[in-house]
């Protein structure tokens, strides 16, 4: 076993700090992603999955990106660990992460130790993403060791620590083997690996997807809590924007790997703006109030392939379409706290409420 001598971890009651590389977490991290353009190649040529993204995740909040399946969240989610896989590249943008830089730039050694050292990463259906064969415990030892923490024990203890805190016995838990535990235990698990090296970023990609309701409420109010003890800045993707309801301190909206409407969560659900943000909201039963009020969103959402190129991603589907909409990119601009991407929102602004056609 060789273990780096650099990269000193020391243990503190609560979690672990690193001098490595001048890279110091100590606190909620701010996050800029700015322009972002996130491509895949396709027979078809290169196809953005994301487009022009801009995103801020103020330290301390926790953010929620919604939308449908192949929105471009996922993409999106892993250019904050620069993790976007060949074919995908990232082609265009930064993402700003406040004491490590631009991690679109990093590469190779650099963007390994940012990885759970300072960015924890729960992957999308975690239940299934532990290693079969090897015991839990095993798979944190070889998280540890694979970071250079120095202090295994401290490690572990760190993780019993954690489980506890979520409601698991931690010692069971590390003796067992992934087909041992349930959905919901497995999800804990994926979220005491994203945090025991001490990351103050967490990406959680659809937390509870496949979970019965009761778990489900239960994982939001520990990654709640956990956030709050800890000083996190999270970000939760997920394509239920009830979730979002739940956890989040601002939402931003997806569609056809464009941000459409992002803003505080309280305000962007009581009114939200875009169209789109509208129709997911009304297909929630627990949000609209009335199940029999709640009605799915017709229509489908584009592929890479069927994406339009130019004009609204979302016309298509839309109530509110019109001539410009069909070609020209509606321009992401301010509303109050918020930011839309809508021309008929820029139309009912310019025009005395009443008045407009669409207002
Ligand atoms: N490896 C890949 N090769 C080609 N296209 C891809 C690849 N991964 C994702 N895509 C495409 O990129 C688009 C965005 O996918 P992404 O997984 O980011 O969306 P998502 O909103 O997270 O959806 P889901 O909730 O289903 O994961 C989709 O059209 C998807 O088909």
Redesign the pocket.
Known sequence: MTERSEGTVKHSAFGAESDEGGLRTKQAPGVRIDGLTVV?K?TAGELP?VRDVSLELKPGTITGIV?E????????ALSLLNAV?P??RIAAGRVDIDGLGDVAEFKGEQLRKARGRHIGYVF?AAQNSLNPLKTVGKQLLDLGRSHGVEDLRALVREAKELLGRMGLDGARVLDSHQHELSGGMRQRVGIMLALVLNAHLVVLDEPTTALDMITQANILKIVREVHAERGLTTLV?T?DIGVVAEVADRLAV?YGGRLVEQGPTREVLADPQHPYTRGLIRAIPRLVGDINEAQALPGRPP??ATVPKEGCVFRERCALRMDVCDTVDPAARPYGLRIVACHAVDQAVKVPSGEGEHA
Do not use: E, N, R
């Open positions: 895949y396709t999955a939308g399946s192949g929105s471009g969240k996922s993409t999106m896989q074919p995908g999308q993707i394509h997806m592929t890479l």
